[in-house]
């Protein structure tokens, strides 16, 4: 039973370029959520996503991040024009439900780092 | 504005003693709380979790316990393996947005022989 699966696990863009980072949940998995980590800071939400559907993107920056989950085929963080500020570990969680209240139900991937030159 | 605060960056504990790892939060909407482990180059586990109805929770070697009045809680780690050397995190949310989860900045324990 694989676990949460993200690629590519390093991904270096030059400044102006676009980042695609995909994230496969969990089989059985509908619930998918992003965080990233900036260098000595802890994880912070960015996204939350169901199958199709925007849930909760109040942690996502205004301009320039986006994010699906299709109906078929894995979730996508999508990072247009790339900054140095947007070096960081992104990383995917899913859960076969809302976590409500969050438990051990909800698995992370191993994580993508962006290194923006 | 950081909610949840680990004010060490690390520890380092012989192996056998105890790991008290600290916590801090200011958000009283703040219900749930929870630990993760986090190994390099791999994504945060689940490790414990505790229910603000509650004042301590137990798993095998790891205890948490909180301090609602304080906004405080603590991860004792007892006895302490070379293998429980990582980062750990804690992490906060409230129920009405239960999806999700304020984590503090993580504090690196380093198990020594």
């Known amino acids: 039973n694989a676990g949460v699966m993200q690629n590519p696990r390093h991904l270096v863009r030059r400044r102006g370029q676009e980042a695609r980072l995909r994230c496969s949940p969990m089989?059985?998995?509908?619930?998918v959520y992003w965080y990233r980590q900036l260098p000595e800071e802890g994880l912070k939400f960015m996204v939350y996503?169901?199958?199709?559907?925007?849930?909760?993107e109040s942690g996502m920056p205004k301009e320039r991040f986006s994010a699906e989950f299709p109906k078929e085929g894995p979730s996508i963080l999508r990072i247009q024009q790339v900054v140095r500020g947007d070096s960081a570990a992104y990383f995917c969680?899913?859960?076969?439900?809302?976590?409500?209240?969050?438990?051990?139900?909800?698995?992370f991937g191993s994580g993508t780092q962006l290194s923006v030159l | 504005d950081q909610q949840v605060k680990q004010n060490s960056p690390s520890l380092s504990v012989q192996e056998g003693r105890i790991s008290i790892l600290n916590c801090d939060y200011t958000?009283?909407?703040?219900?749930?709380f929870l630990w993760y482990k986090k190994y390099p180059a791999e994504g945060p586990t689940f490790l414990i979790s505790?229910?603000?109805?509650?004042d301590k929770n137990e798993d095998g070697r790891f205890t948490v316990f909180l301090n609602k009045s304080a906004k405080h809680l603590s991860l004792h780690i007892v006895p302490s393996q070379p293998g429980d050397s990582a980062v750990y995190f804690c992490?906060?949310?409230?129920?009405?947005?239960?999806?999700?989860?304020?984590f503090g900045t993580g504090t690196r324990l380093q198990v020594t022989l």
């Open positions: 969680a899913s859960s076969p439900r809302r976590q409500q209240p969050p438990n051990e139900k909800l698995f």
């Open positions: 089989k059985g998995h509908s619930h």
């Open positions: 996503l169901q199958k199709e559907n925007i849930i909760d």
């Open positions: 958000n009283s909407m703040f219900d749930y």
């Open positions: 505790i229910s603000s109805i509650k």
């Open positions: 992490a906060a949310s409230d129920t009405g947005t239960a999806s999700k989860l304020t």
